[in-house]
């Protein structure tokens, strides 16, 4: 049981780039989060996805874009890369809403912008 | 919305004494409370967790109080070990509105000197 895999663990961009970054997980939960992580900053959430098909804005959403085509899987999108989106990208998953349903954490990936 | 402020942001202690973080947050609304445990390299695992309705919870040497009234709840770490030594958030969710994630405090860089 794997839980949440985020790819890729690491990746370098140029200013102006794009890319993708890949979350899935095999727990088949409902609810699936994507967080960035600064120094000093905590945890802050990007975007997150009540359901397949389904996507909403979190805390800090401006340049980044996400889609739920699967329930296992939520894609974090870059369209074009900012040094200001350097930084460490988590993804997080539950099985539904409310208090009573913990997120699970992937590892990460570290995404530097040039 | 919610915030949540944690400290302190670094903690230092002897193996065997006690560690406790404190967090405070600004919705009277939110009702869970986890804490989370972060290693170099890795994504946060959920370490203990609390609901509104309870006031201490405790796993072997892990403990979290919570105080609904002054809105503040806290970390407990007995007996403490070297492999404590991490980074630690808390965070706080309400029940109301939408699936959104979770709030979390800037964390606390737990150092246990041997």
């Known amino acids: 049981n794997a839980g949440v895999t985020q790819t890729p663990k690491f990746r370098v961009l140029k200013t102006g780039q794009s890319m993708t970054l890949l979350c899935a997980q095999d727990m088949n939960h409902e609810y699936m989060y994507w967080y960035r992580q600064d120094p000093g900053m905590g945890l802050r959430l990007i975007h997150y996805?009540?359901?397949?098909?389904?996507?909403a804005k979190g805390e800090v959403p401006d340049g980044y874009n996400v889609s739920r085509l699967k329930k296992q899987n939520f894609l974090l999108g870059l369209e074009s890369a900012a040094p200001s989106q350097t930084s460490v990208y988590f993804c997080?998953?539950?099985?539904?809403?409310?208090?009573?349903?913990?997120?699970?954490f992937g590892d990460g990936t570290r995404l530097s912008i040039l | 919305g919610e915030n949540v402020e944690q400290h302190p942001s670094t903690l230092s202690v002897q193996e065997g004494d006690s560690a406790v973080i404190k967090c405070t947050y600004s919705?009277?609304?939110?009702?869970?409370f986890p804490w989370y445990k972060q290693e170099l390299g890795k994504g946060p695992q959920l370490i203990i967790d609390?609901?509104?309705?309870?006031g201490e919870k405790k796993d072997q040497r892990i403990a979290v109080t919570l105080n609904k009234t002054a809105k503040h709840f806290s970390l407990h770490i007995t007996e403490t070990q070297p492999e404590d030594s991490a980074v630690y958030f808390c965070a706080a969710r309400d029940s109301g509105g939408g699936a959104d994630g979770l709030t979390f405090g800037k964390g606390t860089h737990l150092i246990i000197q041997p």
């Open positions: 919705d009277s609304a939110s009702n869970y």
């Open positions: 996805s009540v359901g397949e098909g389904t996507t």
């Open positions: 997080a998953s539950s099985y539904g809403w409310g208090s009573n349903q913990p997120q699970h």
């Open positions: 609390i609901r509104s309705n309870v």
